[in-house]
């Protein structure tokens, strides 16, 4: 199983950018995805998760209407979308396979991570 991140990046309050996720060793179809997150010297915060039940999505209150989370399973890839990003949305942005509790149980299926920094 490996998992890989990419698009993160420093960008001001307000701005935006799209995180994507490449999956391979195993069918993303198959599993619900997640996005966690991690800010300097915080615990793990979980993000969002799309459910590979009927392609649900669910978002943490803190990102809601702000970020957006897809999957592509013709490619094993899932992205996120955020806008109007602020400050303490910086942290490094994991992606990982499971829903809640799988994910913020155990790390033994995060990739290795993006960092995103919002500052003016």
């Known amino acids: 199983v490996q998992l890989v991140e990419s698009g993160g990046g420093m960008v001001q309050p307000g701005g935006s950018l799209r995180l994507s996720c490449v999956a391979s060793?195993?069918?993303?179809?198959?599993?619900?995805m997640s996005w966690v997150r991690q800010a300097p010297g915080e615990g793990p915060e979980w993000v969002a998760t799309?459910?590979?039940?009927?392609?649900?999505?669910i978002v943490d209150n803190s990102v809601k209407g702000r970020f957006t989370i897809s999957r592509d399973n013709s490619n094993n890839t899932m992205s996120l979308q955020m806008e109007n990003l602020k400050p303490e949305d910086t942290a490094r942005y994991y992606c990982?396979?499971?829903?809640?509790?799988?994910?913020?149980?155990?790390?033994?299926?995060w990739g290795q991570g993006t960092q995103v920094t919002v500052s003016s």
């Open positions: 799309t459910y590979e039940n009927r392609g649900r999505t």
């Open positions: 990982a396979r499971g829903a809640f509790r799988e994910v913020m149980a155990r790390r033994d299926y």
């Open positions: 060793g195993f069918t993303c179809s198959a599993y619900d």
